[in-house]
């Protein structure tokens, strides 16, 4: 009989234009999909909480609509070149598909895994295939704008494949764990409501959310910014997951005119993120520009209560806190919340962006190592392409600006009783609210002083 073929997954849930799989069952033998969860080899960046959580409903997900095929998924956790090896043993599979992946962990892994298997590599996570976008001078693009040029000449991506029919199933099925024994969800507490609230891990969620969007696409831009709103696509953790692919998302909006473009555009900041991890593997840890190692970052106890403060969001800035808590509830904040929050945090409390980092990797369901670097460094103004660290937000001017009232009633309920006008400062605190931690101008001009020092230092050479 035909040696069976492994389908080797990660962030690429999905049945439905996965080229691993298409190109599994087209090779007629039996296929065995298989997932390794490996906890030591991404160190720092395991998996955090809200990762886990979807991660368990994806693959419990993934597993069933596997079986509606006639295949199933084996679970095994390890490391993932032994893990298959051992597969290898078990049922004689000599060939490994899989979709490529850019994190630094991944790389090694498949770099071991190709050590034992003929393993074939495949497209289809991102618009273009990360590391293929060059300049004219054939380097990698560092900035945003020139990368996102040259990317659109080369879209529309693929036309998205369909699902297979069937997959065939190998005459003995290597050994499985069982899904809960893994512990991926959170018992005691059990924090998720607010997350099993708000959201559908899978494949057919992610398509119920995108079909959603689609009617809405075409005025992306005028809502984008407004966190009371719906106005995004709420994608992001499906895409992380690969629950569904770019190139599908991209055709069932690209056509919906208005302003389209301006969503298209942010799913080329996706693409940009792996752009920028594939050339710097350690964004996520050290900062672009040197100067920022030389940045007086607080630290000791008053910096760690401000810290908690903001992860708990107890900042008494009003936006600021009910992003942290929308993110604590939901998995989730609305991106001009995210910026907001991020720019509070690196700049009014001058706390070094990878405590930020870490946060958002642990409570975010879209934690993803070259989004949320990208992002963070951006923020901080440390990155390849990123804000100016002077150009400090105000997150009061900034909530009046984006309508944000409905938004912190939602999440701050202590100053759900207030008006419009106040909301966004009130100058009488209701009871259980604080006090702004840091004093909006006293904290600017810390900030603003701080970075003169760092570039001071840089310049002379100092430590
Ligand atoms: C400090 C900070 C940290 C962030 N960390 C992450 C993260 O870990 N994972 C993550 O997916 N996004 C991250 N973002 C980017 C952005 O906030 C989210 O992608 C977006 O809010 C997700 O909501 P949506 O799917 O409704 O986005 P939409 O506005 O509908 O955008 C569509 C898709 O484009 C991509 N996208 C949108 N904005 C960005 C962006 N600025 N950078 C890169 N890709 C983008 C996402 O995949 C998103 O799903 C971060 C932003 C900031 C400021």
């Known amino acids: 009989m035909t040696n069976p073929v492994i389908v080797w997954l990660r962030r690429d849930l999905r049945l439905a234009d996965q080229a691993a799989f298409h190109a599994a069952a087209q090779s007629g033998a039996p296929v065995i999909p298989v997932y390794v969860l490996d906890d030591e080899a991404p160190r720092h960046h395991r998996m955090g909480g809200a990762s886990r959580w979807w991660l368990h409903h994806s693959l419990s997900r993934l597993d069933a609509d596997l079986r509606a095929i006639g295949s199933r998924l084996v679970l095994r956790r390890g490391k993932a070149h032994e893990e298959l090896a051992a597969i290898r043993r078990e ?147 499906h895409l992380h997951f690969g629950e569904i692919s770019p190139a599908a998302v991209w055709h069932a909006v690209a056509g919906a005119g208005g302003s389209v473009g301006t969503f298209l555009g942010e799913l080329g900041w996706r693409d940009y993120a792996q752009n920028v991890i594939l050339q710097f593997p350690d964004y996520a840890t050290r900062s672009a520009k040197a100067e920022f190692d030389h940045m007086p970052w607080r630290t000791g106890p008053e910096a760690e209560a401000d810290l908690a403060a903001w992860q708990q969001g107890r900042t008494g800035y009003p936006i600021v806190d009910a992003g942290m808590r929308q993110l604590w509830r939901t998995g ?53 392409d990123a804000n100016i660290f002077s150009r400090i937000m105000a997150p009061l001017s900034q909530s009046v600006k984006f309508d944000a009232a409905g938004y912190i009633r939602q999440w701050v309920p202590e100053l759900a009783g207030l008006a419009d006008g106040e909301i966004h400062d009130p100058v009488v605190r209701p009871r259980g609210y604080p006090r702004p931690i840091v004093d909006h101008g006293a904290g600017r001009a810390r900030a603003l002083a701080a970075m003169v020092q760092a570039k001071g230092e840089a310049a002379s050479g100092g430590g």
Not at 201 to 209: F, L, M, N, Q, V
Not at 210 to 217: K, R, V
């Open 91 to 237: 049922v004689g599979a000599r060939t490994v598909h899989c979709l490529a992946h850019y994190e630094p962990w991944w790389r090694n892994a498949e770099r071991a895994v190709a050590k034992h298997f003929q393993l074939v590599r495949h497209d289809g996570n991102y618009l273009a295939p990360p590391g293929t976008i060059l300049s004219g001078a054939g380097t990698p693009y560092r900035i945003y704008t020139p990368f996102w040029r040259a990317l659109s000449e080369r879209l529309p991506p693929p036309l998205p494949v369909a699902a297979p029919a069937h997959l065939p199933a190998p005459a003995n099925w290597p050994a499985s764990d069982a899904l809960e024994d893994w512990g991926l969800l959170p018992r005691a507490p059990d924090w998720a409501g607010g997350l099993r609230a708000m959201w559908s891990p899978g494949e057919g969620g992610a398509r119920e959310r995108l079909a959603d969007f689609a009617e809405a696409a075409a005025v992306y831009e005028q809502r984008r910014n407004l966190p009371a709103q719906e106005g995004t696509s709420l994608l992001s953790p």
């Open 332 to 384: 989730w904040m609305h991106n001009r919340v995210r910026m907001l929050a991020a720019s509070f945090l690196i700049k009014h409390l001058m706390i070094d962006w990878r405590e930020g980092e870490r946060w958002f990797w642990d409570t975010l369901v879209d934690a993803d190592h070259g989004q949320n670097a990208v992002n963070w460094q951006w923020s901080a103004g440390s990155g390849v």
